[in-house]
């Protein structure tokens, strides 16, 4: 079933006087319960693209459906609050509030109500391998790979279909970014969630249902 | 999670931050509290010096009227007066007549007496009468009913004959309510003597009150008709005295051989163009009061309230209420531009956050609520300790103020605290320039410090639109980019 759809998708921008075309009018339809990646070169787009399909900026050409509606009808902000979660490079939590507030903070955004929020965010810390102590701590007093375990359990607090990720372990060691990935690959296998991770990392995409490439603004499926 | 609670973590988070921010708060603060303070002891000290001098107005006669004689019998002046007395803004109004009579069924109280000259008749007492259901004897406690009633707006309008007595005088004479008295004018057995069997007018008075009259508790000494005064409508007893009058003009005319033809002014005329003095019930009213009537009662009559010893003793207050405006216009001003360009710093420095927060889709409203919550939680915390500080400092720069404004001002002092008096009671009460400072009293009550507060979340208010807008025109994308 077709979670997220591409549809003649063009962006480009002023680069010194001429346009410079980063997607060309790409269209991919994203399947639910698989784990996507999206590799290319560098400055290829990745980055614009997952901006784009988070909602994170509005599309000026071509659409972008999200189970059959598109962003403009849900709203971008509504999108970003009910439907997706993201998950960056720098782990982006919220520095004052410990982990379990900042899994609180967005099951309490979610119109999908959950009940026992902070009940339900202990356990999802527990199965990331944060204990209750290290949940009650500031973010800022976790390693690298906790702050990013935390990010990725925030994500699958609001109980979305979609979670994206960029770059999510560009700042992890070799072991703690295979422990993300056997994360992600379970969050699809066992919670049918769709996965979207743009990495520059072939052990991640190796990992991954179907590695897309972005070559000359399209999306390319290698495997 | 709740947006408090967000704010309560974000406030502990950045101590330092919010720490600097609550000096400024408290720094800027002490002004503001020693501004509102000093603006407000002021405005109160000039209310309660008004208060103290009586919201009184006093109608007085032009020296240069037009027309010394006749306006008495002016319509159009009566008719004004009837609509002045009117005025929702009067508390009480004195409009009096009076008559002295013999009372012929009682005796008079006659203890205390000091100067028997000031007894001239034998049971002669004096029945004052108000034409409206309240005097300002009454309004004041000098006059105290203990017993029974004052006379009614009905009882005025019929002329009917009720009186209320001292209680000296109910008690010398065993006298209550419902009982009656006899009187007669004080030159009735000298017109007898001329008009025989002719002339006998008695009138009869029914008891309605008995009231104490403090002034004589206070002044032991006071002249003998204030324990035989006696209250009555105006009205009722301006015929009788007609009576009187016209035989005293009889005789008048029998003996000089007098052959005037022209008919004599009822007293009820009279008294109708007689002019009120007023009290109102606020003293702030005073100046609107006068300024509403004194075009129409001139060229014959001003109004005197007493304004001119008022505003010389009030001056050096008036000029440090406009000083202590214009200081807390440029305080709020600065206030509002310091926390301004500090909230927009803030914002600036929290974009990241911003960008998270957006990012999970937190709305644009709520991020700048829980900004404008957490400044103003620092704001509240800044200026309580200001409250206490500010009043310390505002209580002895107050003080320093006056005593440079009572030095400067002593070259003005008036000689003579009775120089606006006028007519024969001292209806204004005395005010001297020591008495308007003793009113300028340095306090932080608790409405003041309410407004402060109010004010300091109006700043804060402010303060946020800017910063708002940046918050507005945030794009998560490229917030979180750039930190990519």
Same mark, same amino acid.
């Given at each position: 079933?077709?979670?997220? #759809?591409?549809?003649? $998708?063009?962006?480009?921008?002023?680069?010194?006087?001429?346009?410079? $075309?980063?997607?060309?009018?790409?269209?991919?339809?994203?399947?639910?319960?698989?784990?996507? @990646? &999206?590799?290319?070169?560098?400055?290829?787009?990745? @980055?614009?693209?997952?901006?784009?399909?988070?909602?994170?900026?509005? $599309?000026?050409?071509?659409?972008?459906?999200?189970?059959?509606?598109?962003?403009?009808? &849900?709203?971008?902000?509504?999108?970003?609050?009910?439907?997706?979660?993201?998950?960056?490079?720098?782990?982006?939590?919220?520095?004052?509030?410990?982990?379990?507030?900042?899994?609180?903070?967005?099951?309490?955004?979610?119109?999908?109500? &959950?009940?026992?929020?902070?009940? $339900?965010?202990?356990?999802?810390?527990?199965?990331?391998?944060?204990?209750?102590?290290?949940?009650? %701590?500031?973010?800022?007093?976790?390693?690298?790979?906790?702050?990013? %375990?935390?990010?990725?359990? %925030?994500?699958?607090?609001?109980?979305?279909?979609?979670?994206?990720?960029?770059?999510? @372990?560009?700042?992890?060691?070799?072991?703690?970014?295979?422990?993300? &990935?056997?994360?992600? #690959?379970?969050?699809?296998?066992?919670?049918?969630?769709?996965?979207?991770?743009? @990495?520059?990392?072939?052990?991640?995409?190796?990992?991954?249902?179907?590695?897309? %490439?972005?070559?000359?603004?399209?999306?390319?499926?290698?495997? | 999670?709740?947006?408090?609670?967000?704010?309560?973590?974000?406030?502990?988070?950045?101590?330092?931050?919010?720490?600097?921010?609550?000096? *400024?708060?408290?720094?800027?603060?002490?002004?503001?509290?020693?501004?509102?303070? *000093?603006?407000?002891?002021?405005?109160?000290?000039?209310?309660?010096?008004?208060?103290?001098?009586?919201?009184?107005?006093?109608?007085?006669?032009?020296?240069?009227?037009?027309?010394?004689?006749?306006?008495?019998?002016?319509? /159009?002046?009566?008719?004004?007066?009837?609509?002045?007395?009117?005025?929702?803004?009067?508390?009480? !109004?004195?409009?009096?007549?009076?008559?002295?009579?013999?009372?012929?069924?009682?005796?008079?109280?006659?203890?205390?007496?000091?100067?028997?000259?000031?007894?001239?008749?034998?049971?002669?007492?004096?029945?004052?009468?108000?034409?409206?259901?309240?005097? =300002?004897?009454?309004?004041?406690?000098? +006059?105290?009913?203990?017993?029974?009633?004052?006379?009614?707006?009905?009882?005025?309008?019929?002329?009917?004959?009720?009186?209320?007595?001292?209680?000296?005088?109910?008690?010398?004479?065993?006298?209550?309510?419902?009982?009656?008295?006899? =009187?007669?004018?004080?030159?009735?057995?000298?017109?007898?003597?001329?008009?025989?069997?002719?002339?006998?007018?008695?009138?009869?008075?029914?008891?309605?009150?008995?009231?104490?009259?403090?002034?004589?508790?206070?002044?032991?000494?006071?002249?003998?008709?204030?324990?035989?005064?006696?209250?009555?409508?105006?009205?009722?007893?301006?015929?009788?005295?007609?009576?009187?009058?016209?035989?005293?003009?009889?005789?008048?005319?029998?003996?000089?051989?007098?052959?005037?033809?022209?008919?004599?002014?009822?007293?009820?005329?009279? +008294?109708?163009?007689?002019?009120?003095? *007023?009290?109102?019930?606020?003293?702030?009213?005073?100046?609107?009061?006068?300024?509403?009537?004194?075009?129409?009662?001139?060229? !014959?009559?001003?109004?005197?309230?007493?304004?001119?010893?008022?505003?010389?003793?009030?001056?050096?207050?008036?000029?440090?209420?406009?000083?202590?405006?214009?200081?807390?216009?440029?305080?709020?001003?600065?206030?509002?531009?310091?926390?301004?360009?500090?909230?927009?710093? +803030?914002?600036?420095?929290?974009?990241?956050?911003?960008?998270?927060?957006?990012?999970?889709?937190?709305?644009?409203?709520?991020?700048?609520?829980?900004? =404008?919550?957490?400044?103003?939680?620092?704001?509240?915390?800044?200026?309580?300790? /200001?409250?206490?500080?500010?009043?310390?400092?505002?209580?002895?720069?107050?003080?320093?103020?006056?005593?440079?404004?009572?030095?400067?001002?002593?070259?003005?002092?008036?000689?003579?605290?009775?120089?606006?008096?006028?007519?024969?009671?001292?209806?204004?009460?005395?005010?001297?320039?020591?008495?308007?400072?003793?009113?300028?009293?340095?306090? *932080?009550?608790?409405?003041?410090?309410?407004?402060?507060?109010?004010?300091? =979340?109006?700043?804060?208010?402010?303060?946020?639109?800017?910063?708002?807008?940046?918050?507005?025109?945030?794009?998560?994308?490229?917030?979180?980019?750039?930190?990519?």
């Amino acid at each position: 079933m077709v979670i997220l #759809k591409i549809e003649n $998708v063009t962006y480009s921008y002023k680069d010194g006087g001429y346009q410079r $075309v980063i997607l060309n009018d790409l269209s991919y339809e994203f399947q639910e319960g698989k784990f996507y @990646t &999206i590799i290319g070169e560098s400055g290829s787009g990745k @980055t614009t693209f997952l901006s784009l399909i988070a909602g994170l900026e509005k $599309v000026k050409s071509g659409k972008i459906y999200f189970k059959d509606k598109s962003l403009d009808q &849900i709203g971008y902000s509504n999108y970003r609050r009910n439907d997706i979660a993201l998950v960056f490079q720098h782990y982006n939590l919220i520095n004052y509030l410990s982990a379990i507030q900042n899994i609180s903070l967005a099951m309490s955004k979610t119109k999908k109500k &959950i009940k026992k929020q902070k009940y $339900v965010g202990y356990a999802l810390l527990k199965k990331f391998g944060i204990g209750k102590s290290k949940s009650d %701590r500031s973010v800022t007093k976790l390693s690298g790979g906790e702050q990013q %375990r935390v990010a990725i359990a %925030r994500a699958l607090a609001s109980n979305v279909e979609l979670i994206l990720a960029d770059e999510p @372990t560009g700042n992890l060691d070799k072991s703690t970014e295979i422990e993300i &990935i056997s994360i992600f #690959k379970n969050l699809a296998l066992e919670y049918n969630k769709t996965i979207i991770v743009v @990495t520059h990392s072939s052990d991640v995409s190796d990992q991954s249902d179907i590695i897309l %490439r972005l070559v000359d603004g399209k999306l390319v499926e290698m495997k | 999670m709740g947006i408090l609670q967000r704010v309560v973590s974000s406030i502990i988070n950045k101590k330092i931050k919010y720490f600097l921010l609550f000096i *400024i708060f408290f720094l800027l603060g002490n002004f503001l509290v020693i501004g509102i303070g *000093i603006n407000d002891a002021s405005k109160m000290a000039v209310i309660k010096s008004r208060e103290m001098l009586n919201p009184i107005i006093i109608f007085e006669q032009v020296d240069d009227s037009p027309e010394d004689y006749g306006i008495y019998y002016d319509d /159009a002046i009566v008719e004004i007066i009837n609509e002045i007395v009117l005025d929702e803004r009067i508390l009480v !109004y004195n409009k009096i007549t009076g008559m002295n009579m013999v009372v012929q069924n009682a005796d008079a109280v006659d203890i205390n007496v000091v100067d028997e000259n000031i007894k001239q008749i034998e049971n002669g007492v004096y029945i004052s009468g108000n034409n409206t259901d309240s005097m =300002f004897e009454i309004d004041d406690g000098s +006059y105290e009913v203990v017993e029974g009633r004052f006379y009614t707006l009905d009882e005025i309008k019929n002329s009917e004959k009720v009186v209320l007595i001292t209680n000296q005088f109910a008690d010398l004479n065993n006298l209550k309510i419902g009982d009656k008295l006899q =009187f007669k004018g004080d030159n009735h057995d000298e017109l007898l003597k001329y008009f025989e069997d002719d002339f006998d007018p008695i009138i009869e008075y029914e008891i309605i009150g008995i009231f104490n009259n403090n002034q004589i508790i206070e002044n032991e000494n006071e002249d003998y008709i204030n324990y035989n005064v006696m209250l009555a409508p105006a009205k009722s007893f301006l015929d009788f005295e007609d009576n009187y009058r016209n035989a005293d003009l009889q005789l008048a005319s029998f003996i000089y051989g007098w052959k005037d033809e022209s008919s004599m002014v009822k007293s009820e005329d009279m +008294y109708d163009a007689e002019l009120p003095i *007023i009290k109102l019930k606020d003293p702030d009213d005073l100046a609107s009061f006068v300024e509403d009537y004194e075009e129409m009662i001139l060229p !014959y009559y001003t109004m005197n309230y007493n304004n001119e010893l008022f505003e010389n003793y009030g001056k050096p207050l008036d000029i440090i209420t406009y000083f202590s405006n214009l200081i807390l216009i440029a305080i709020v001003v600065n206030m509002i531009l310091m926390f301004t360009a500090i909230i927009f710093l +803030y914002v600036k420095m929290r974009d990241n956050e911003i960008g998270i927060l957006l990012s999970i889709g937190i709305k644009k409203i709520e991020i700048m609520t829980q900004i =404008f919550l957490e400044i103003l939680i620092i704001g509240f915390l800044g200026i309580s300790l /200001a409250l206490f500080s500010g009043s310390l400092l505002g209580n002895k720069f107050g003080n320093e103020i006056i005593n440079i404004s009572v030095v400067q001002n002593n070259i003005n002092e008036y000689e003579d605290g009775d120089m606006f008096y006028n007519h024969d009671k001292d209806y204004f009460s005395e005010l001297t320039q020591a008495d308007v400072f003793n009113n300028f009293d340095f306090n *932080i009550t608790k409405s003041l410090a309410i407004s402060i507060y109010f004010m300091i =979340f109006i700043i804060v208010l402010i303060s946020c639109v800017i910063p708002s807008i940046l918050i507005m025109i945030q794009d998560p994308n490229k917030i979180l980019n750039r930190k990519e």
